[in-house]
């Protein structure tokens, strides 16, 4: 569980932690003014702590072209799920790690799908535990036909990037792989091995996970600190307004609901037929708003943000526990995505099926429902007010997942954390680094049982627009973003593997 809890008297504290908020802010500012004037270094706010200032500036621009055309090769990679076929990515990556003498071992655990594991050692006495830099190498389906340009064509346009990963997570895992080749290239001292894990299947099963950790756990060697994908710096009228590092993620309920009635000729028809059950359950599914719960990650979150929000909002962040009882600010969160997942359990409606043709009724109809439990939640309680909304016995809802993964979280007072919030200040100025739930979920789950602190994070920006072509169509990343990410990602990493 979380280990920071917001204290009893979180009043007086917000009003403490918005002047630092405001002080902060005002130090930033006054510290890039003297940096353009000239009076002090660009490097005197964090000196020491940015290893890739002391890489050269021609070596820098090779990792930057590097990265950039590295990422389209990787995403000209079909790698959709199903079937994945993501060993066509492993020896990609396995290629390039063995040109680089970089250690690594491939595991093609059933045909066709596969793990990638890639170690730097560290060359220092002190032996820290391990940093895991993971990614998974899969990706979505999508229809080219609403693509601008084909979704496997890497093509550069208007700035951006595109292809089906530039998001998810295909960008990420890149960016963990030239920081990979940096640290050897550079000869980085470190005290802890560097670990790079690419894995299949995680958009459906997780199966490369699950058998990596089954059959291969010892490679992890007591990791202490894991990346993965998740995080989000939102990028708004061109000034980062957040840094969100994830902390915990929602866990997945999936549902079906199977109607059953009289089947017949459509000629005739019978108001109780498995299709009409199906539509009045679905409608009482939807209407059902489930309550409102406030995490401590998530009223920490909403203290940090709220010197940054218009006054009204603002009042609501500093004090959200008492907003939730108002009616109106309960409506508004119902038609605000950004903060509707934070505070309730979440149902989505995403896959309907009937009869197979038009003028046949069908004995059943179904539905499957993508439902989110916020950390701590019960599914079973939701289920049952779930078939009590319902109230016919002729519905059925069943769980689709199997075993429910009850959701865990990482502290936030740890080195990791830190050096994220570090280089993070030496890029964005004065933007709040804050501690984030993903409204999806990540495979950090899995880990961090194994006694690893893992954390989401992304050393991309994006607008809402472009973060929006995840898993959407369109999908695409800014050419700055994906020469910049890996020099942000080298500086954290660095700093919490580097040695002295």
Same mark, same amino acid.
């Given at each position: 569980m979380l280990k920071k809890s917001v204290p009893q008297d979180f009043t007086p504290r917000f009003v403490h932690r918005s002047h630092k908020a405001k002080r902060r802010m005002r130090l930033a500012l006054l510290v890039l003014v003297l940096e353009l004037a000239g009076f002090i270094p660009a490097s005197a706010e964090e000196p020491m702590s940015m290893a890739s200032a002391h890489v050269p500036a021609d070596r820098m621009q090779q990792y930057s072209d590097l990265a950039l055309t590295w990422l389209q090769e990787y995403l000209r990679i079909d790698t959709?799920?199903?079937?994945?076929?993501?060993?066509?990515?492993?020896?990609?990556?396995?290629?390039?790690?063995?040109?680089?003498?970089?250690?690594?071992?491939?595991?093609?655990?059933?045909?066709?799908?596969?793990?990638?594991?890639?170690?730097?050692?560290?060359?220092?006495?002190?032996?820290?535990?391990p940093i895991v830099l993971l990614n998974h190498m899969d990706v979505v389906t999508s229809d080219a036909t609403h693509w601008k340009v084909p979704p496997f064509s890497g093509e550069i346009k208007d700035g951006w990037l595109w292809g089906r990963g530039a998001q998810d997570m295909k960008d990420e895992g890149l960016a963990q792989f030239v920081v990979m080749v940096m640290l050897k290239r550079e000869k980085i001292a470190l005290d802890r091995d560097v670990i790079f894990l690419a894995v299949s299947d995680e958009e459906a099963?997780?199966?490369?996970?699950?058998?990596?950790?089954?059959?291969?756990?010892?490679?992890?060697?007591n990791a202490e600190f894991l990346i993965n994908e998740g995080g989000e710096n939102l990028l708004q009228n061109g000034k980062v307004k957040y840094v969100g590092v994830d902390v915990g993620e929602k866990t997945t309920f999936w549902l079906h609901v199977v109607a059953h009635g009289r089947p017949g000729h459509a000629s005739r028809p019978n108001p109780e037929s498995a299709p009409n059950r199906l539509v009045r359950a679905l409608n009482k599914i939807l209407a059902y708003q489930t309550p409102l719960r406030v995490l401590p990650v998530?009223?920490?979150?909403?203290?940090?943000?709220?010197?940054? $929000?218009?006054?009204?909002?603002?009042?609501?962040?500093?004090?959200?526990?008492?907003?939730?009882?108002?009616?109106? #600010? *309960? @409506? &508004?969160?119902?038609?605000?995505?950004?903060?509707n997942f934070l505070l309730r359990d979440t149902i989505s409606l995403t896959m309907l099926g009937g009869s197979g043709q038009t003028n046949v009724i069908p004995p059943e109809a179904w539905a499957n429902l993508d439902v989110r439990i916020l950390p701590g939640?019960?599914?079973?309680?939701?289920? $049952?007010?779930?078939?009590?909304?319902?109230?016919?016995?002729?519905?059925?809802?069943?769980?689709?997942?199997?075993? #429910? *993964? @009850? &959701?865990?979280?990482?502290?936030?007072?740890?080195?990791?954390?830190?050096?994220?919030?570090?280089?993070?200040?030496?890029?964005?100025?004065?933007?709040?680094?804050?501690?984030?739930?993903?409204?999806?979920?990540?495979?950090?789950?899995?880990?961090?049982?194994?006694?690893?602190?893992?954390?989401?994070?992304?050393?991309?920006?994006a607008t809402e627009e472009e973060g929006n072509t995840e898993h959407g169509n369109d999908e695409r990343i800014r050419v700055t973003e994906v020469r910049r990410g890996p020099r942000i990602l080298f500086d954290v990493v660095a700093s919490v593997a580097g040695g002295e």
């Open positions: 959709t799920n199903p079937p994945g076929n993501e060993m066509k990515a492993v020896n990609f990556y396995k290629k390039i790690f063995d040109q680089e003498g970089i250690e690594n071992k491939v595991f093609e655990y059933t045909p066709g799908r596969g793990d990638l594991w890639a170690r730097l050692p560290h060359t220092s006495t002190k032996a820290e535990r099963e997780g199966t490369g996970t699950d058998w990596f950790i089954a059959h291969q756990r010892g490679l992890l060697e998530v009223e920490e979150f909403l203290l940090d943000m709220a010197p940054y $929000e218009p006054p009204e909002q603002a009042r609501e962040y500093r004090d959200i526990r008492k907003a939730i009882e108002d009616d109106k #600010f *309960r @409506q &508004a969160v119902v038609n605000d995505e950004s903060l939640g019960n599914p079973q309680r939701l289920l $049952e007010k779930l078939r009590d909304c319902v109230g016919d016995p002729n519905v059925t809802i069943e769980p689709l997942n199997g075993e #429910f *993964r @009850q &959701a865990n979280y990482s502290p936030t007072s740890t080195v990791l954390y830190d050096a994220i919030r570090k280089v993070s200040a030496k890029y964005f100025p004065g933007t709040p680094v804050v501690p984030h739930i993903t409204s999806g979920y990540t495979e950090n789950q899995r880990y961090r049982p194994l006694g690893i602190d893992a954390y989401g994070f992304t050393p991309y920006t």
